[in-house]
């Protein structure tokens, strides 16, 4: 706080300097020094009203830092870093600005690099400029505090997760569903099969693969080995699985999707 007070009383002692020119000592006799006072008491009561004002907002400032903080900039001060008004109020106001793990960090950040402070031509610009690198995280290799440039247009583009979905164990769907069920099938994948979709009668006891085999018997052309079935709440179907087991029922919609084999042919055709 002693710090900052003094340094408020240095810019005071600049403001009143800018506002009392020179010419003091050209007063001839008193009449004309008295004229000059006269002339200067507004300038005074406004230099005496921005110094009371300095005065409180480096209270402010000094109010803002942790008892571990200032310990630390007394620290500095001691070792011989800084002297006291190297760091100016508007400097100090952003200091106090951060959370304290960041002033933590500046601090530990203008300790590492004491031989760049020290001559530094501006103790303050290097506080600034240190504040700056910790809002942005910059001021170590893993970056914390930094803002993620990517993060809000990945957020848009991201899928929502898919829901979990409480399948009935496949018995019990078989006991409560004993007749054949009737299910869609989109068949667009295929454009040979001239249709846009299929509806069979099937028992649920039946498994995915004997449903393809089934599908190319009614005129779907994709080879048996190249489909792929896809329900939409609980994703592609595996072969050796019953439709009891995915809880079908009459109505239930299935994609039929051709599988793309992998690998590198795949690579060079997306590339090419």
Not at 95 to 111: G, H, I, K
Request: proline content about 3%; overall charge positive.
């Amino acid at each position: 706080e002693n710090l900052l007070l003094r340094e408020a009383t240095s810019a005071h002692l600049l403001i009143s300097q800018s506002h009392f020119p020179s010419r003091l000592g050209s007063c001839t006799d008193i009449s004309d020094c008295t004229m000059s006072d006269r002339s200067r008491s507004p300038r005074v009561e406004r230099v005496h009203l921005e110094e009371a004002a300095l005065e409180e907002q480096a209270k402010l400032v000094a109010a803002a830092l942790s008892d571990d903080i200032r310990a630390r900039l007394q620290q500095m001060v001691k070792e011989g870093l800084v002297k006291e008004g190297d760091f100016d109020l508007h400097a100090m106001s952003i200091f106090s600005a951060l959370n304290p793990d960041l002033q933590d960090r500046v601090l530990s950040y203008c300790d590492t690099n004491k031989i760049y402070m020290t001559n530094a031509r501006s103790k303050s610009g290097f506080l600034v400029a240190a504040c700056e690198k910790a809002r942005k995280g910059s001021l170590d290799a893993r970056g914390f505090g930094t803002v993620d440039p990517y993060k809000e247009y990945l957020l848009t583009i991201a899928k929502p997760k898919r829901e979990w979905v409480d399948l009935v164990p496949e018995q019990q769907w078989l006991e409560q569903t004993t007749d054949a069920q009737e299910v869609i099938f989109d068949v667009r994948a295929d454009p040979e099969a001239g249709v846009s979709a299929i509806r069979l009668c099937l028992q649920l006891d039946r498994t995915v693969r004997s449903v393809k085999e089934r599908l190319a018997a009614v005129g779907v052309h994709m080879p048996v080995q190249k489909m792929k079935l896809r329900e939409a709440s609980i994703g592609y179907m595996r072969d050796e699985r019953t439709l009891a087991y995915y809880n079908l029922k009459s109505g239930s919609k299935v994609q039929l999707v051709a599988k793309q084999r992998g690998g590198r042919r795949q690579a060079v055709e997306k590339m090419g």
